[in-house]
């Protein structure tokens, strides 16, 4: 795995189902639905399992994943202070964690306009795997038509990045 700083002042803890009505609110408020389109499928990502990062009783992070083959596919990460660490322990915790659920890889997918995750998750030992060109053009049209036609540093969203780190 990649050597980076791991930060120990939050509590990691499994979602339980008391916690599906905030784990709705968050993916409402940081990606406005519960249903995300990654690695090629739209999904429900407010019944997946995944962890849930505390601090001091507060929840200040929030990674949800599926099951798929030999792969854990990241589904949605969110952490509320950027730099902090708190999505470097989540990733952590699902590298971890993968194989026990007899995962080989983790795998992930994000937009050609985010940059940031893009640094992030490289920065963390994934490498890219491949491009599906024009896969938001094709998923705003088919299935999710809210998604957004400009992101991060108004760059045209067309693009779904996909990215693999081995456990």
């Known amino acids: 795995m990649a050597d980076w700083h791991t930060?120990?002042?939050?509590?990691?803890?499994?979602?339980e189902p008391a916690d599906r009505?905030?784990?709705?609110q968050v993916l409402l408020q940081m990606w406005g639905a519960v249903k995300v389109y990654t690695l090629g499928n739209l999904v429900d990502a407010s019944v997946l399992p995944g962890w849930i990062a505390e601090q001091s009783g507060s929840v200040v992070g929030l990674l949800t994943y599926r099951m798929s083959g030999s792969s854990?596919?990241?589904?949605?990460?969110?952490?509320?202070?950027?730099?902090?660490?708190i999505g470097t322990v989540l990733i952590e915790k699902l590298a971890a964690q993968a194989p026990a659920l007899g995962?080989?890889?983790i795998r992930v997918a994000t937009t050609n306009d985010n940059t940031d995750a893009l640094r992030f998750y490289q920065r963390r030992g994934?490498?890219?795997?491949?491009v599906r060109a024009d896969a938001m053009t094709k998923a705003r049209r088919r299935h999710k038509p809210e998604i957004p036609e400009i992101g991060n540093h108004r760059i045209p969203i067309r693009d779904e990045l996909d990215l693999e780190l081995a456990v």
């Open 103 to 105: 995962a080989k890889r």
């Open 21 to 24: 009505p905030m784990v709705e």
């Open 7 to 15: 930060v120990t002042q939050y509590t990691l803890r499994p979602i």
């Open 126 to 130: 994934f490498h890219l795997t491949g």
């Open 72 to 85: 854990l596919d990241l589904v949605t990460i969110n952490a509320y202070r950027s730099g902090a660490g």
